[in-house]
């Protein structure tokens, strides 16, 4: 079959790519080196399984979520794991400084990100050179969430704010929910009023923190709920003038589980594949092959020669022709594709292939016991909510700084309780043998002869009250972009990421760990690092969720692997010169030049409609 485009890769980039494309007729060829991942709880009222029939009448290979929500889970969440099994969900790719978490499967990231969508600050964008307007932003988001009166229509669904234990009676702004239960008139800690318990705990606690924090660092601090691309409850929208709704359509809507990132057993999530199924893959003319694993491009007359491992089909490694070339396949995939692109002389490409890659200042910490004045307990109910809920967002020492609350899924509630009661019980910076000695006080294995004692408290947790004291932050940050990736290894064919100067030196790290200490002090709670950070194995290691750059936008290939439009520069040509790949385009995070301090999926989103309008005019 001919193709008019080959798109690899399905997240954010390659969605919105296949849609745009499919919309104006092509044939398209879309590579994936996942499966499909789905919830097996079906849905009350919904007719049948249409999903389910079509992917079996075409063989697609389907797995399910990790589900059980107890430790019995963790062997779920093992078998989900791309180290242990091949064509695992989670990637989790280690290196000297750094180790980054991303997915494998069809809707890319989307399956295991926490559904924020939002926008960075401009002053953010213009640091880094980034050409991304209000414009961009507003059409990303029409593109998600289509037009009013026509609900069926949209390729993904409302943006939704939850931070409240139960969906509310009415259409809030994020500025209801900023003023909801308090009294603005009390001191900080005081303000909470009785409405104020319709709030999730964690995302009333880092209210509550923020505002004490702000005061003492005499540093302004917003709190705002942020935007989820989920399904919440919106009846109300659905009204005789209006006829708008989400979940009445999709007869569900977020239970508050708080496993967002492991997958939503309600199915309230906003994830890709669902936008592949309903808007790409019924189409004719659109071919989804899974299971395939692009290794290199080739430039032919006319187009590009895509090399890939087949596993679908079983053939092996083959290749498939296309005038048009789009690379989604994330921050290390796509860098990987082309630089052994450029190795094997299959594309020419410039000096800047793997440079700039960005952190974007991910950082995690525990308050540690969270406790009251009184010393009872502060609860924050960690496993309860989506993953993010809310964000403080404040400008320190010249950089933007943004501060969510973090939801710790309940499978994994009792290794975390468990791990923080060891780190807590080994002090702030335990040697090897320290934390040996406290593993054996802590008696990991007491689970085993517990027996049931009614009148203690502490026997038998739920997952819930396991961290009911733990509050998880999630920071991002604006690091310099300064990391390398290369290819390496034995062989010369793994990826590999570095820093010429240490990444865990950078000042950003010591500015963040100094607020998060001051928001565990305002929480009465004890500050932890990430194991990983506090180098209990060897040196400091950041663990990256938003990984940025490695194809950066430039403005020649001396600076840039695409220019503004995501389209690949002919490192051929001379110094200083503009020349591009004719139909090569790269649209995902790898182009994102720098940190943007804010979760990237909507930034990703509107690059990549810009770069993909470009495309089609």
């Given amino acids: 079959m001919a193709f008019d485009a080959i798109v ?55 797995q399910y979520w990790p589900r059980p929500d107890h430790r019995k889970g963790l062997t779920d ?46 002053e953010a964008r213009d640091r880094i050179g980034l050409n991304i307007g209000d414009a961009d932003y507003d059409a990303a988001r029409q593109w998600m969430e289509g037009p009013h ?40 800690l005081e303000q909470d009023k009785d409405e104020a318990y319709l ?58 589980q708080g496993r967002c990132i492991l997958g939503c057993l309600p199915q309230a999530r906003h994830t890709l594949n669902k936008t592949l199924f309903k808007k790409v893959l019924q189409k004719p003319g659109v071919t989804l092959m899974p299971r395939c694993k692009v290794l290199q491009i080739k430039q032919k007359p006319g187009g590009y020669d895509v090399i890939f ?70 609860p924050c109910y960690t496993t309860r909510g989506p993953i993010n809920t809310s964000h403080v967002s404040l ?59 009614t009148v203690d408290p502490k026997s038998f947790q739920t997952e819930a009250e396991m961290l009911v004291d733990t509050f998880f932050f999630n920071v991002m940050g604006q690091d310099d972009a300064t990391g390398r990736i290369k290819l390496s290894g034995i062989d010369g064919d793994q990826i590999d990421l570095g820093w010429e100067q240490p990444i865990a030196q950078q000042k950003l790290w ?14 009465g709670g004890r500050y932890i690092d990430l194991p990983t950070w506090q180098g209990l194995l060897g040196k400091k290691k950041l663990v990256i969720v938003h990984p940025l750059g490695g194809c950066p936008i430039g403005n020649t290939h001396e600076d840039g692997v695409v220019n503004e439009f995501g389209q690949v520069f002919d490192g051929s040509k001379p110094a200083a010169t503009k020349t ?16 943007l301090a804010a979760n990237p999926s909507l930034t990703i989103s509107a690059q990549t409609l810009k770069a993909v309008t470009k495309a089609l005019t």
């Avoid at 690899?8 to 994936?32: D, M, N, S, W």
């Avoid at 020419?348 to 910490?365: I, M, R, V, W, Y």
């Avoid at 591009?580 to 940190?595: F, N």
Wanted: glycine share 10%; charged share 20%; aromatic share 10%.
């Fill in 8 to 62: 690899i890769g399905t997240g954010f980039g390659g969605t919105i790519a296949a849609v745009q494309l499919a919309a104006k007729g092509k044939a398209v060829l879309l590579l994936e080196r996942g499966t499909f991942w789905r919830s097996p709880d079906p849905i009350g009222l919904n007719v049948g399984d249409p999903f389910g029939d079509w992917a079996k009448q075409n063989n697609m290979p389907v």
């Fill in 510 to 523: 010591a500015d963040i760990e100094m607020l998060l200490r001051e928001f565990s002090s305002a929480m």
């Fill in 77 to 122: 969440f093992a078998a989900a794991v791309r180290n242990l099994h091949k064509f695992g969900l989670y990637q989790y790719s280690v290196f000297n400084q750094a180790d980054i978490l991303s997915a494998s499967g069809v809707g890319g990231g989307s399956l295991i990100y926490s559904n924020v969508s939002i926008p960075s600050v401009k």
């Fill in 395 to 453: 400008s320190f020492k010249g950089r933007f700084i943004r501060i969510e609350d973090c939801g710790v899924p309940a499978l994994f509630a009792e290794f975390v309780g468990k791990g923080l009661e060891v780190l807590d019980g080994a002090g702030a910076s335990p040697n090897f043998f320290q934390l040996m000695s406290a593993t054996w006080q802590a008696n990991v294995g007491e689970h085993l002869f517990e027996i049931p004692n």
């Fill in 309 to 378: 491992d087949d596993e679908f089909t079983g053939k092996g490694t083959t290749s498939a022709f296309a005038p048009k070339v789009f690379l989604a396949g994330g921050v290390l995939g796509s860098t990987e594709i082309l630089l052994r692109s450029a190795r094997e002389k299959t594309l020419p490409l410039g000096q800047a292939l793997g440079t700039k890659f960005s952190t974007n200042g991910d950082f995690g910490a525990f308050a540690y016991k969270t406790t009251k004045p009184d010393k009872s307990v502060l």
């Fill in 149 to 188: 009166n026509d609900r069926k229509n949209a390729n993904r669904g409302w943006l939704n704010y939850v931070v409240t234990k139960i969906p509310m009676g009415k259409e809030m702004t994020a500025a209801d929910f900023v003023s909801l239960g308090v009294d603005p008139a009390k001191p900080p």
């Fill in 580 to 595: 591009l790949l004719p139909g090569l385009y790269v649209v995902d995070g790898a182009v994102i030049p720098g940190a």
């Fill in 199 to 256: 709030l999730l705990d964690r995302s009333r606690v880092l209210r509550m923190a923020a505002k004490q924090v702000s005061q003492k660092l005499g540093v302004p601090m917003e709190w705002n709920p942020l935007e989820l691309s989920l399904l919440e409850y919106d009846g109300y929208k659905n009204t005789a003038a209006v006829k708008d709704s989400d979940s009445l359509l999709a007869h569900t809507h977020c239970e508050r």
